[in-house]
């Protein structure tokens, strides 16, 4: 027997469990290493085309309508683009963590629900806000991380299993309530400091994995909503032609008393004991009970 590879190993285990983080990760990672090299070609000048402003511009997701309208695909773009090593790797980390634990109470097309739409919620409400003066403050002009979709899950989780505890390695057993506020905070005071806007849509989406828990704790599970439905085709069954059958006029039957001597000859003597106008008649009062 042939041993299989390590890479080969690799990619069976990573790719072939029917969990979507995998994916989502390479697309990150992707994307990542993507527009670096574009920024390599530049700073050695094989190109002169500021490739990699162009890709973090027109996928990030801009934080006015104007410039939104330009490119409406950043909405489905944002939460792939990274710039930052250190935030690819922690977000990267905590989508493979969140993302597993999500999936072991819920299903792969709730997880989808819940991370997906919380991008696009979030996504328009950042547009939106970002046209207020007041909000529209930050070095940041627009949006690139997945902070939406984790804010969704973990928000989920923690309306979903309250009094669930996970142990890290240096500080022990700890309640993930504390490990999502601690969480929380964090990445709202980076947003508040960096892209203000984001720090409104951020709640939304807090708000929308809540919701999400507590219409599936009413036995409402939204996520049906965006189950595609088979069109059955119509079709036109002609049924197959059938001889017509008789029934037996009741004069014509047997009388009860009669099919009583027969059975109670073949329990002493056995059905070959029976003459062929037994049988027939036999054979006609069960024809009768089965119609």
């Given at each position: 027997?042939k041993k299989e590879?390590g890479?080969a190993?690799?990619?069976?285990?990573t790719?072939q469990?029917g969990s979507?983080?995998?994916?989502i990760?390479s697309?990150?990672?992707?994307?990542?290493?993507?527009?670096?090299?574009?920024d390599?070609?530049v700073e050695?000048e094989?190109?002169?085309?500021?490739?990699y402003?162009?890709?973090v511009q027109?996928?990030?997701?801009p934080?006015n309508?104007s410039?939104?309208?330009?490119?409406?695909?950043?909405?489905?773009?944002y939460?792939f683009?990274?710039t930052?090593?250190?935030n690819?790797?922690?977000?990267?980390l905590w989508?493979y963590?969140?993302?597993?634990?999500f999936?072991?109470f819920l299903?792969?097309?709730?997880f989808?629900?819940?991370?997906?739409?919380?991008?696009?919620?979030?996504g328009?409400?950042?547009v939106l806000v970002?046209n207020?003066g007041?909000?529209?403050?930050?070095p940041?002009s627009?949006?690139?991380?997945n902070a939406?979709g984790l804010?969704a899950?973990i928000?989920?989780?923690?309306?979903?299993t309250p009094k669930?505890?996970?142990?890290l390695f240096l500080f022990?057993?700890?309640r993930?309530?504390?490990?999502?506020i601690?969480y929380?905070?964090?990445?709202?005071g980076?947003?508040?400091?960096a892209?203000?806007?984001?720090v409104?849509?951020y709640?939304?989406?807090?708000g929308w994995?809540?919701?999400f828990?507590?219409?599936l704790?009413?036995?409402?599970?939204i996520?049906?909503?965006f189950?595609?439905?088979?069109?059955?085709?119509?079709?036109?069954?002609?049924p197959?032609?059938?001889p017509?059958?008789?029934?037996?006029?009741?004069s014509d039957l047997?009388n009860?008393?009669?099919v009583d001597?027969?059975?109670?000859?073949i329990?002493?003597s056995g059905?070959?004991s029976l003459?062929s106008?037994?049988k027939e008649?036999?054979f006609?009062a069960s024809?009768?009970?089965q119609?």
């Amino acid at each position: 027997m042939k041993k299989e590879n390590g890479l080969a190993t690799f990619f069976r285990t990573t790719y072939q469990t029917g969990s979507p983080i995998p994916y989502i990760i390479s697309i990150q990672i992707g994307v990542f290493i993507l527009i670096h090299i574009a920024d390599l070609f530049v700073e050695l000048e094989i190109i002169q085309f500021p490739l990699y402003d162009w890709m973090v511009q027109y996928l990030g997701l801009p934080n006015n309508l104007s410039d939104y309208v330009r490119q409406p695909w950043s909405i489905l773009t944002y939460p792939f683009l990274y710039t930052e090593l250190f935030n690819i790797v922690f977000d990267c980390l905590w989508l493979y963590w969140m993302g597993n634990t999500f999936l072991n109470f819920l299903s792969k097309k709730q997880f989808l629900t819940v991370y997906f739409s919380a991008f696009i919620l979030s996504g328009f409400t950042y547009v939106l806000v970002g046209n207020t003066g007041m909000l529209n403050i930050g070095p940041q002009s627009s949006l690139i991380t997945n902070a939406m979709g984790l804010a969704a899950l973990i928000s989920s989780l923690l309306l979903l299993t309250p009094k669930m505890e996970l142990r890290l390695f240096l500080f022990g057993t700890v309640r993930f309530k504390t490990i999502a506020i601690v969480y929380y905070i964090l990445q709202l005071g980076f947003f508040y400091f960096a892209n203000r806007p984001a720090v409104v849509a951020y709640v939304i989406a807090i708000g929308w994995g809540l919701l999400f828990t507590h219409q599936l704790k009413e036995g409402r599970d939204i996520s049906r909503f965006f189950q595609l439905k088979r069109k059955t085709k119509l079709r036109v069954v002609h049924p197959a032609s059938q001889p017509p059958t008789y029934r037996s006029h009741k004069s014509d039957l047997p009388n009860q008393e009669i099919v009583d001597e027969i059975l109670d000859k073949i329990s002493l003597s056995g059905y070959e004991s029976l003459s062929s106008h037994e049988k027939e008649i036999l054979f006609r009062a069960s024809r009768e009970e089965q119609k």
